[in-house]
């Protein structure tokens, strides 16, 4: 007992010269603490025979890892709060849409011609059926969303945040710029709150914005992203029988797929600063390539849609084209000399009582499907309107659509052959129907007999395996010729029907 007495003593001692050397290791500044760390646990090793057990206890080299700052927590936390604070708020604004088209097809809207004097039946087929989205423009009823969505509707049901439903009435639509205007009697329940507008010429690329709508039926949905560019421009207007631009687009890569069209595009203070209308995707879903109307058409537009059921667009009478290095070259015009070039005048029109000139001397721009291209060289270059620089034609437009009305008169600045002339133009109204030769070949069937056509070659064909549960169509050139796109989706498949839209002939299908 003596012997195991007098040998704990010595162990103990031992510990003790162990820490000692520990200390005076760490004061006198010995090579390295790796050094000093294999020292002892050697004389561990030799007194316990536990190295193992012993390093990690004892023997920590490594600093611990820093917890990261409460403040970062808290930033994302408040980014958080605000989106979700603004989603609730800006919600009870937001609607979906509903629509119930017919399909009936009778008359000279068979796809196939009778006998003489066989009497024309008429054939139903099952009602179409669309949805889209909207928001509460004022507390009296009014409903902002686009043309396209209650185009040709008989029936549309708006359907509020929390439920609840009502009918509604179409008081005024403007095809040119793909918005309508609603009328609803809010049902019991449902508290109208009107969405704030946006100042216009606000928005940079580069800021947040929210997009709220019903994507593929799915209500209430929200996505965020960016404005990843401005001054976007679409043809519009030609199932009214001319085209015309749609200038001042808002791109954003917040996600956008079908069902979103009407639905309000929104900054972070929960203002419009668009209205959702299109996308650009190979696969009818979000590709990161959307656009919206810009609040400065919105702000000009919806008041005259609810005031006199029509907007009158102020209407200078050219076409034309951007300066582009390749048109420079072709048509012989000066270099880096930016404006729109103008290719034609319509006779007895603004410009043309004004002086303004198109081109007159033709110049072969290579092989279309038709036959050759023919532009033609000559005419004036506006570079300015009222002293604002005209960089390319849609700057031009845009003046038009959100500066100027009819009867205004506006000075434009030209270039002809090399010096620049001022010339005083009395803008007139934009006519429904372009004169001729520019509505020349366009569509001499409707969109719901396109429609009926593209459904019958669907089926007949067994195009898609499932019920078409979605259908759009739009106007396009096919090989020169005007034609109806429509498309068919039964949720897995999409169907195209390209049907020529003077004689209903179908001239390409395919599935995707």
Known sequence: MLQTGKYRAFLMIGALLVVLVLVVA????????????????????????????????????????????????????????????????????????????????????????????????????????????????????????????????????????????????????DPQSDLAVLKVDAPEGVDLKPLPLDEPDTLRVGYTVVAIGAPFGLESTMTTGIVSALGRSFPVGMATGGRYTLPDVIQTDAAINPGNSGGPLLNLNGEVVGVNFAIESPVRGSSGIGFAIPVSIVRRVIPALIEEGVYHYAYLGISGQSVTPELADLLDLPDNVLGAYVAQVVDGGPADKAGVKGGTRPVQAGEGPDGPITLYAGGDIIVAIDGHPVRQFTD??????????????????????????????????????????????????????????????????????????????????????????VEMSDGRQTATVVIDAKTGDVLETSVR
């Open 26 to 173: 760490g004061c006198n500044g010995l090579p390295s603490v790796s050094d000093a760390s294999q020292g002892v646990a050697q004389a561990v090793e030799t007194v316990t025979g536990a190295v193992e057990s012993a390093k990690p206890a004892v023997f920590q080299t490594e600093p611990t890892a820093t917890p990261a700052p409460a403040q970062v927590v808290e930033v994302k936390s408040t980014d958080q709060e605000l989106l979700a604070d603004l989603y609730d708020r800006v919600l009870p604004s937001v609607v979906n849409i509903k629509v119930t088209k017919s399909a009936m097809v009778g008359g000279e809207q068979l796809p196939f011609d009778l006998p003489p004097g066989f009497p024309h039946p008429d054939v139903p087929q099952a009602p179409l059926r669309g949805e889209g989205s909207g928001w509460v423009y004022d507390a009296k009823g009014y409903i902002v969303t686009n043309n396209h969505v209650v185009e040709d509707a008989e029936e549309i049901i708006v359907t509020f945040y929390n439920g609840l439903w009502a009918k509604a009435e179409i008081v005024a639509t």
């Open 396 to 485: 031009l437009v845009s003046y038009l659509v959100t500066k100027a009305e009819p009867g205004q008169k506006v000075t434009l600045t030209v270039l002809r052959d090399g010096k620049e002339i001022d010339l005083e133009v009395t803008l007139g109204e934009r006519p429904k129907q372009l004169p001729a030769p520019e509505t020349e070949g366009k569509a001499g069937i409707s969109s719901s007999a396109a429609v009926a056509i593209a459904r019958d070659t669907v089926i007949n064909e067994k195009l898609l395996k499932g019920e078409i549960k979605e259908t759009v169509a739009r106007q396009d050139t096919y090989k020169g010729r005007d034609v109806w796109v």
